[in-house]
């Protein structure tokens, strides 16, 4: 998964807790102590972000070793060493907080997104991630959507089309919104629009747009949509999308569901590290 600004990414992340440097550690520990210690899961769910929890480690010290035990996507059990990192007892302790946060973070989004996708089943609807991100980290939670089986949707304004309810009220209408995109824009490029009514959502049809989404309908109105778009455009429902929803999504025959939550509301999977004590030595 590599990313020209991780690096950079990590620096900062760094800096925000280390500054001019570890006050604890240093103070307590000696400089010339080297050992080993493991990340522990401290709860069941998919891991995610083990490159970067990796990366974090060695920029700190590049001499510090990381052997994980799984890789991104595979499921962990509570209790589980997950990776073992060792290398001078100084930087194991410096990186340790930063490395879990990745981990911890990303993993979150790893497990609810796989409990999502469980839920779809071979339904044949695909489940897609949002721009609604943390503002720096889109790049590792959109990775972890992936790492939970999830689809990412686009990455940011530059590589998509979704044309949104203000686009439509600025362009004056669906059908004008539509038009102008398709003149500015390469062949190449998909073009999505979000209708709110059966009247906005024929209108698209007329135009061809590859797909259309559908937010917060309710799932008659789902029924009726994808009757009237199969074969023209592919399908797409936000809004709401809920455990409980899912079911109802997924009657309804639609092609795709996107959920923020994923990434806005999906909380950690909680990780430790813990030195092994056998195996400190100078």
Known sequence: MYNPWLEGLIKNALEEDVGSGDLTSCGVVEASLTGE??????????VAGLEVARKVFQVVDPGVQFTPYFKDGDRVER???????????????????????????MSG???????????????????????????????????AVRAGGGRNHRFGLYD???????????AGGVKKALQKVKGSVPVTVKI???????????????????????????????????????????????????????????????????????????GILNFSFLLLKENAKR
């Open 192 to 266: 999505e629009i979000e209708v709110t009514s059966m009247e906005q959502l024929r209108e698209a049809l007329q135009e061809g747009p590859d797909i259309i989404m559908l937010d917060n309908w309710d799932v008659e109105k789902l029924e009726e949509a994808v009757r009237l778009a199969r074969g023209k455009a592919k399908l797409e429902v936000s809004g709401e999308v809920t455990r409980e929803r899912l079911k109802e999504i997924i009657s309804a025959g639609v092609d795709y569901v996107s959920s923020g939550y994923l990434t806005h509301t999906s």
């Open 37 to 46: 210690g493991k990340i522990y899961a401290r709860e069941a769910g998919v």
């Open 79 to 105: 209790g589980d060493s997950v990776a073992l990192v060792s290398g001078a007892l100084l930087s194991l302790l410096t990186a340790e907080r930063t490395a879990l946060n990745f981990l911890q973070r």
């Open 160 to 170: 998509g089309v979704l044309i949104k309810e203000n686009h439509i009220v600025a």
């Open 109 to 143: 989004i790893a497990s609810v997104t796989r409990e999502f996708c469980d839920l779809l089943g071979d339904s044949g609807v695909q489940l897609l991630d949002t721009r609604k991100t943390t503002p720096g980290l889109r790049f590792l939670e959109k990775y």
